[in-house]
C-alpha cells in the first residue's frame, strides 16, 4: 500500500504564500515524476504542477506560472509546491500524485493521499 502524505495547507490572504510538502514515507519513488493536483469545491481534480525524476525539468498549469514552484527532495522522498503570491481562485484541497511520462501529459499511479486544504481569502 503506498501512503501519499501532504501538509503545509492553510488558510491565507491573497498576495500570500504556503510551501507544501508530501512525504511518502518507507517508501521510493525517485524513479517516477511527482506533481500536484488540485480539487475546488464543485470542481473536477486539476493538474498543477509536475516535475520529473531527476528535478531537473518541471512543467505548470498556465493559471500558477510564475507564482508556484515545484521541487524534489528524493533523499527525503519528498516533493514540494511554494505557493507565491496567492489568489481566491487557489482555493482547494492540494493532492501529490507519482506519475509517468511525458510532464504535461503525466500519468499518474492512482495513490492519492488525504490532500491539504488551502484557501485564499481576498
Known amino acids: 500500500q503506498v501512503q501519499l502524505v501532504e501538509s503545509g495547507g492553510g488558510l491565507v490572504q491573497a498576495g500570500g504564500s504556503l510551501r507544501l510538502s508530501c512525504a511518502a514515507p518507507g517508501r521510493t519513488f525517485s524513479s517516477y515524476a511527482r506533481g500536484w493536483f488540485r480539487q475546488a469545491p464543485g470542481k473536477k481534480r486539476e493538474f498543477v504542477a509536475a516535475i520529473n525524476s531527476g528535478g531537473g525539468a518541471t512543467y505548470y498549469e498556465d493559471s500558477v506560472k510564475g507564482r508556484f514552484t515545484i521541487s524534489r527532495d528524493n533523499g527525503q522522498n519528498t516533493v514540494y509546491l511554494q505557493m507565491n503570491n496567492l489568489k481566491p481562485e487557489d482555493t482547494a484541497v492540494y493532492y501529490c500524485?507519482?506519475?509517468?511520462?511525458?510532464?504535461?501529459?503525466?500519468?499518474?499511479?492512482?495513490?492519492w493521499g488525504q490532500g491539504t486544504q488551502v484557501t485564499v481569502s481576498s
Open positions: 500524485a507519482i506519475g509517468q511520462g511525458p510532464l504535461a501529459t503525466m500519468r499518474t499511479l492512482g495513490f
